[in-house]
């Protein structure tokens, strides 16, 4: 078994170069030129459903004011005078919340960060299945651009939240593109996911046992298991309001549907609830997938950068393995005033509670693994020091979320915009963000500036949580999500002001990403050069940086766990995981 | 382990399965999930139904069977393809190759004329919500039989070239995998619409 290798590194390393622009950039079969597509993708559409997300700022904080510069460029239909119209803002938010999900931090977190760093951390020479792997990326791009399109398509973008509620989604216009690019996206993700399973179960180089295995790799295994089980529930959901919008089925309508005064021609019979659960049956594992590979970067860049282990690297992978098993099975907790019976409240209501146990484990290590280190206060490392209480302020107000009793009050407020923010903007994308300066030598053999890095990061920081923290205080004041203009409600006048703080924080925050434009691009080709700056241990740094085609030149052998730092009576405070016994 | 096993093409502690035979059966995983959530779902509708018809009463019942007994006989095809196969028997492998994708075609045919009769008596998916399931139902099936058919006849037309490839065979094995799971899915689809 161990001599029935076929691939020659080096062979494939000399036929790289015969390969024309088109197949070695664009449809390229290399894990690491998908990650990179993968990465900067996603990067751009996080970025576009920020700016929609600022246009409806503008809504929020200053209603019926028209929008400065860009209101003339705005359909005078659907922003007259260049007054952000209640349809037009329904489309933006849909928008957001899906290219924020579905486009920008699944694809970041597993096709990108996953598909360049996991063969290489496993010692591989690809995925297992490359070809597979570009068919991947490009369901994606064209899902996504189907989805932007939607804007320019009579009946405009989907208008029924990021969630899709029937019967508003069954009749509203905008819907069946949204239901097609989403299966398109789910396609993608369900063929992204096997990948990762094969490879990782099947590839690993010769030593690296599962207990050896770094901890991002663990977390985008959990990761792939939740999407490949969770998302075709979603599918099949999709399909099914597909078929109601199509071929005017009733499987979400019930019977004696009245809208705007009419009678539904729809024949009746089905029901709204099932979407819920089917839609949330996906979207609460799909929070832990938007969670648990943000987390495996932080802990690599914490065991890197307090230069010693992982303080109970065994207690991280359980209760990630334990999150994933969990995550199934509290999906109603976004559904306690859906008229669910009061006894299902009380099962997801413990299975809730119980799934906070893990997530605070995984968090209490790593605040463990700071005790006593002598910490570098790199860029990449103040991204993964501010994850902590970040994710913890997003983890915590999510428990009275999580209780029904609580929940009947905070429910489709301001509240829960806080805390999700809190969870997957502050902890997952600030994450993410360092993981970029944390990766950036090991994709471009060169680092990002440092002094730029630290203006995004403390910018970042601040303008993130001057966007998010009133929306705490504005939820509990009582004010509904999704309201075109929160000033129809009188008890919403006076927590008005925290949305002009919110904007304007939001829109200072995209002037502080500026530099983490620039940075990137000018560092790809001025960069300080490095081949590992960081003295890192794990396997992706065994191999020349960037790495060639075929990845290692001698595929390693693994000798030693992840995170062997200050190892006592070692000559150098690190020992990679490919160095014999006797270094 | 046998030569069809250097599918694993890389040195390490792994799974002892073949990359081809574990992808498809994580594969599977995922549409066990799809077809479950869909059962799950007529389940809920029906059960929340005001009234439901008796599926032998407005549905082909010895069509539905006869198509069952077709689908079968081609999982047995696919499984005579695939010990060819393993036993280097390329005319076998190739018959009963082509004897699996003819029962396939047969399949749609029956399923066709269920259909066309179906929309002749103008019971379309808008009809009622038994006939949204019915059609939704059946669709999604006919389409993974028509994922099976190119499947099949890409592995038939590869034969030829391919089959001296050490992971030829080990894609054959995948392909009846999967063809044995839409076999699966009708025998669950029969009694779920036509006989309950």
């Known amino acids: ?583 | 382990m046998s030569s069809s096993a250097v599918a694993v093409n890389y040195p390490g502690e792994h799974s002892g399965l073949t990359n081809a035979k574990l992808g498809i059966w994580l594969f599977l995983a995922s549409e066990v999930m799809l077809f479950a959530t869909l059962f799950t779902s007529y389940l809920v509708i029906r059960l929340g139904s005001s009234s439901w018809p008796r599926g032998w009463e407005v549905l082909n019942v010895p069509l539905g069977t006869i198509n069952t007994f077709v689908l079968i006989t081609s999982s047995v095809t696919i499984i005579l393809a695939y010990a060819k196969c393993m036993a280097r028997d390329k005319a076998g492998f190739k018959t009963y190759m082509a004897l699996t994708l003819a029962l396939a075609f047969v399949f749609l045919g029956i399923k066709s004329v269920e259909w066309g009769t179906k929309f002749r008596a103008h019971h379309f998916p808008s009809t009622n919500i038994f006939f949204g399931v019915y059609f939704v139902l059946t669709g999604l099936h006919a389409l993974h039989v028509i994922g099976g058919i190119i499947l099949n006849s890409v592995l038939l037309f590869m034969a030829d070239k391919h089959w001296d490839d050490p992971l030829f065979a080990g894609r054959v094995e995948a392909a009846g995998l999967y063809w044995h799971f839409v076999d699966i899915v009708w025998i669950f689809l029969l009694p779920a619409l036509y006989l309950l």
Request: aromatic fraction near 14%.
């Open chain 1, 1 to 583: 078994m161990a001599n029935q290798h076929v691939s020659d590194p080096t062979e494939h390393a000399h036929a790289s170069h015969e390969l024309s622009f088109w197949r070695k950039y664009v449809f390229s079969v290399d894990h690491k030129v998908i990650g990179l597509q993968y990465c900067i993708t996603a990067w751009i559409f996080l970025l576009i459903g920020f700016s929609l997300m600022m246009l409806m700022r503008w809504q929020l904080a200053f209603p019926y004011q028209p929008v400065p510069f860009l209101g003339r460029f705005l359909s005078p239909h659907l922003a007259p005078n260049g007054v952000i119209s209640a349809e037009l803002y329904n489309q933006l938010g849909a928008m957001h919340g899906t290219i924020m999900v579905f486009l920008g931090i699944v694809p970041l977190a597993v096709g990108a960060f996953g598909n360049y760093l996991v063969p290489l951390q496993i010692g591989a020479p690809d995925m297992a299945f490359p070809r597979l792997n570009m068919m991947s990326y490009w369901l994606y791009l064209p899902a996504g651009l189907l989805m932007l399109a939607s804007f320019f398509l009579p009946g405009g973008a989907a208008q029924s939240g990021w969630t899709s509620y029937p019967p508003l989604a069954d009749i509203n216009p905008g819907q069946t593109v949204w239901l097609l690019a989403m299966v398109i996206i789910i396609t993608s993700s369900l063929l992204g996911s096997i990948n990762f399973l094969v490879t990782t179960l099947n590839m690993r180089a010769k030593g690296l046992t599962l207990s050896r295995l770094p901890v991002f790799v663990w977390s985008e295994m959990v990761a792939s298991v939740l999407l490949l089980l969770a998302f075709p529930p979603l599918e099949a959901a999709s399909i099914l309001q597909l078929a109601d919008r199509v071929l005017h089925t009733s499987f979400y309508i019930p019977a004696g549907l009245v809208v705007l005064g009419v009678p539904s021609t729809a024949t009746g019979g089905g029901q709204p609830i099932l979407w819920q659960h089917l839609f949330w049956f996906l979207a609460h594992p799909e929070v832990y997938v938007l969670v648990l590979p943000p987390m495996g970067i932080v802990a690599e860049i914490i065991a890197n950068n307090t230069r010693k282990p992982l303080h109970g690297y065994k207690t991280i992978v359980a209760s990630m393995i334990a999150i994933g098993f969990m995550s199934f099975i509290v999906w109603a907790h976004h559904m306690f005033i859906s008229g669910m019976a009061p006894a299902l409240s009380n099962f997801f209501l413990v299975t809730t509670m119980i799934i906070s146990v893990p997530s605070v484990a995984i968090l209490t290590c790593f605040i463990y693994s700071l005790k006593g280190g002598s910490i570098r206060f790199t860029t990449p490392m103040l991204f993964a020091l501010a994850f902590l209480p970040m994710f913890g302020i997003g983890g915590l107000t999510g428990l009275p979320l999580g209780i029904s009793v609580t929940d009947i009050y905070l429910h489709d407020t301001y509240y829960v915009i806080g805390h999700f923010h809190y969870v997957v903007v502050t902890g997952s994308i600030v994450a993410m963000m360092g993981g970029v300066y944390h990766w950036f030598p090991k994709w471009f053999g060169r680092k990002m500036n440092d002094t730029l890095g630290k203006v995004h990061f403390w910018g970042t920081l601040l303008c993130m949580n001057g966007v998010f923290f009133p929306m705490f205080i504005q939820g509990m004041a009582g004010q509904d999500r999704r309201y075109w203009d929160p000033m129809t409600q009188l008890h919403n006048v006076p927590t008005q002001p925290l949305h002009v703080v919110s904007s304007i924080s939001a829109w200072t925050l995209f002037l502080f990403q500026l530099p983490f434009i620039y940075n990137f691009f000018h560092s790809m080709f001025h960069g300080e050069k490095a081949d590992n700056p960081w003295e890192a241990t794990t396997l992706e740094w065994a191999c020349p940086s960037p790495p060639p085609h075929g990845n290692f030149v001698k595929i390693p052998r693994v000798y030693r766990g992840p995170y062997e730092y200050s190892v006592p009576g070692a000559k150098t405070d690190w020992i990679a995981q490919d160095a014999p016994e006797a270094a």
